[in-house]
């Protein structure tokens, strides 16, 4: 009894401390992890938040004019031809006096995004009160913006300044998304001459879509020339197709530029054995578009289907023809499915770096070929609209997540990443 109660001891104190060592390696092994984990969390994690934070961020109007943006939040009109009653014409009046001249400006430029025009009408209206010496009465205050700018007295106006009222708000999410919100609050599409971001998402996957699938048809046959090929050819063929990574972006752009133009390399050459009786449009269209940005993702597919082509032992494809198999079955049947894992992953990688590309679409595209990335640069470049940009990259991002999560389901993360 004494020993069978001497070895229940034993065994609780080898189960405790192989329980304390496992903890002793789990604590290391998070310590190993924990700055690649701080190093993702603040160059991906964090930038993404700021992101969905700048799309919704609306703090103009509440900045520059807080009793304002505080009276229009409570406002509440009957119908969408109301007017706000005195005391915000008045608060707005005395506030728009007294703001600082970069507030006004901001909150002039985040007025315009609702109605166009508004900006100068506040920016005027702002010069006006400031010249003005002495502060009108409640009542007359009303009268006294009208008689500044007749703009005052349509409801229209003041429900665009209701709507950037808030600290937060849908308005760019909305827009990215071709909707808006009309004077009564309902959301509505936009009027059908500024529907175009939609249509720009639509361009950014068709186009994505379709280099992908180039890529594919090029890249598959020139990954399996590699991995069939003997060492010095294959070393060759590798070489040949990591020559772009090792060339600036910028610089494969203008080589193709000069190659594609109406004197360049080509034309020449299909001239000179008489195949063209004049120059081809290659360049500045979407022929250009294609064949530049196939070259430039090629090395995204072809480097993962090696990779797995590499794996696969050649007397698979052998033992099917020993066994009476036709080569083209057994490609189909043996070789085709053990090459899937890198097909997914090269098609999503080549997928999701096309529809983020902006330098090369810039410069090779014609006006209505260019994608998401170069609207996205032109609001933070141009019209400084961080807002939008935000907006724009969150809606290209949604996009891309569901196509990664749906070929996760359909083809599974494993594969996608290359694994068995």
Sequence with gaps: MAQAVESDVETGDLKREWLRSGKSRRNISLLLVAPLFIYVLVTFMLPIGLVLYRSVENSELAQALPLTATELSQWRPATPGDLPPD?????FSRELADAERHDVAELARRLNYEISGLRTIVMSTARKIRSIKTEPADEDARQMLIEIDPHWNEPT??????????????????????????DDGTIVRAPEDQRTFVD???????????????????????????ATSGKRFALFLMIAVMLPF??????????????????????????????????????FNTTGLYIVMVHMMLPFM?????????GIPPHFMRASASLGAHPMRGFLHVYLPMTLPGVGAGALLTFIVTAGYYITPSLVASARDQMIGYFIAFFIDKTINWGM????????????AAIYMIAARTVGVRQLAGLR
């Design 200 to 226: 720009i998402l639509l361009r950014t996957l068709r186009i994505s879509a379709i280099v992908t699938l180039v890529a594919l048809l090029l890249g598959f046959p020139y990954a399996n020339l590699m």
């Design 87 to 91: 005391t915000v014409f008045a608060t």
């Design 389 to 400: 940009a935000s907006a724009l990259g969150i809606m290209l991002l949604v996009c891309v």
């Design 302 to 310: 072809v480097l993962p289907i090696f990779a797995t082509m590499k």
């Design 157 to 182: 106006y003041w429900h665009a300044m209701k709507r950037a009222a808030p600290h937060y708000t849908p308005y760019y999410l909305l827009a990215a998304l071709d909707l808006r919100h009309a």
């Design 246 to 283: 090792w060339t600036s972006l910028l610089a494969r752009t203008s080589a193709w530029i000069v190659m594609l133009q109406k004197e360049g390399l080509i034309n020449t050459f299909l001239g000179y054995v008489g195949l063209i009786d004049r120059p081809l449009e290659l360049i």
